[in-house]
């Protein structure tokens, strides 16, 4: 016969405190876990349990069996649902693609807001969530009233730095919610960050994280018709990119993730992969939908960011494949268009 929840809670309870459950193993959350659950057996000595959920099972299966062999003795369990994820453990990081994805792991039915009240008091009150996806500010503050109302807590922690940024864990988390809930979660988001940004109150996290990727979303595009017209004028892409990144043209859409092959020899970007791997062209789309959105909500006039918007939404209509590749694959788009010449 299945347990009760409560049963389940109570049988839990000597674990769920050494236990820490991830959310989301897409290409931030698989590294970001990998680097929270070895750092947290080294600082444990070996005395904690880790628990993943994906909606896509290989993923989480994967996962387990990787980090398994290279901790041997170690298990991750699986999760089927948010609500086992916690069930198990009082320590929960999300990390999902956007709005939808939060409200059915936090919201709908299996979800942790309603696996909340099946949890005794004590452990309500221990449970603490940490959510690192880029989504609007009103859904997540609904989300963090509605834990806090209960006796949990939750902070938005979304992250910059990117996928290598998450595997080399020196991630920035710009963090929104209360003091306490910060100072709970510091030592968590330390094992997978180098900058940990307290910048208020539910919410403020995302806010910053939004404005951060309006000014990114802009500056690709910039760098991508710049590093086009100097090859056009006949620069090297690799010279050019040196003069743009110690002049005053420098930012990490040019120096880090230059959309060039060959620009930046001494780093490894996305665009020596075909653009694979690195921030989805889908992904900045919706983070610009969410910057003019809270734009339109506050009167404040975005007018690169509209243009920009605009433009990322023509690079996945021109080829859907762009929307899972990164972002700076903006620079093949206007490549081809130039060809066309438009
Ligand atoms: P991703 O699409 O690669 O991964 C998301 C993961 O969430 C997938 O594995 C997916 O299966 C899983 N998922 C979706 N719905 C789920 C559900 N209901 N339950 C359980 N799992 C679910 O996305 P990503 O690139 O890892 O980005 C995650 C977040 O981080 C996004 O909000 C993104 O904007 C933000 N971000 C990404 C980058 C980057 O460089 N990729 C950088 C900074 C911030």
């Known amino acids: 016969m299945r347990p009760s929840a409560r049963c389940l809670a109570q049988a839990l309870a000597s674990t769920r405190s050494h236990s820490v459950s991830f959310i989301g193993l897409g290409r931030m959350g698989s590294p970001m876990a990998y680097n929270l659950f070895s750092k947290t057996l080294v600082e444990n000595e070996g005395s904690a349990r880790f628990v993943v959920c994906d909606a896509r099972t290989a993923v989480s299966e ?3 069996a990787d980090f398994a062999k290279q901790f ?4 991750v369990d699986i999760a089927n649902s948010p609500e086992e ?8 990081i999300t990390m999902l693609p956007s709005t939808p994805h939060v409200r ?11 696996a909340l009240h099946k949890l005794p008091k004590e452990a309500v009150h221990a449970t603490l969530c940490i959510d690192s996806t880029t989504l609007d500010v009103e859904t997540a503050r609904v989300v963090s009233s509605d834990i806090s109302k209960i006796g949990a807590r939750l902070v938005d922690a979304p992250v910059s730095g990117g996928v290598a940024g998450a595997k080399a864990g020196t991630l920035s988390f710009l963090v929104g919610g209360t003091k306490t809930a910060f100072e709970l979660a510091t030592p968590t988001l330390e094992r997978m960050g180098k900058n940990i940004i307290y910048c208020g109150g539910s919410g403020a996290g995302l806010a910053a994280k939004i ?5 990114l979303g802009v500056q690709q595009i910039v760098v991508s018709e710049a590093m086009l017209l100097g090859q056009k004028l006949g620069l090297e892409p690799k010279v050019l990119a040196s003069v743009i990144n110690s002049s005053t043209g420098a930012c990490w859409a040019s120096s880090v993730n230059n959309p060039v092959p060959g620009a930046v020899p001494d780093k490894s970007p996305p665009c020596e992969r075909d653009y694979d791997g690195g921030f989805a062209t889908r992904l900045m789309l919706k983070d610009m939908g969410l910057a003019i959105n809270i734009a339109e909500t506050t009167k404040t006039p975005l007018p690169l960011g509209t243009a920009a918007n605009e433009i990322y939404a023509e690079v996945i209509e ?4 762009a929307a899972e590749k990164d972002f700076s694959a903006v620079h093949r788009y206007l490549r081809l268009l130039k060809n066309k010449d438009v």
């Open 104 to 114: 059915a792991v936090y919201v709908e039915s299996g979800g942790i807001l309603p």
């Open 72 to 75: 041997p003795g170690t298990q």
């Open 62 to 64: 994967a996962f387990a």
């Open 85 to 92: 994820a916690l069930m198990a453990s009082q320590t929960i």
């Open 318 to 321: 021109d080829d859907p494949d």
């Open 211 to 215: 404005c951060n990727n309006l000014v």
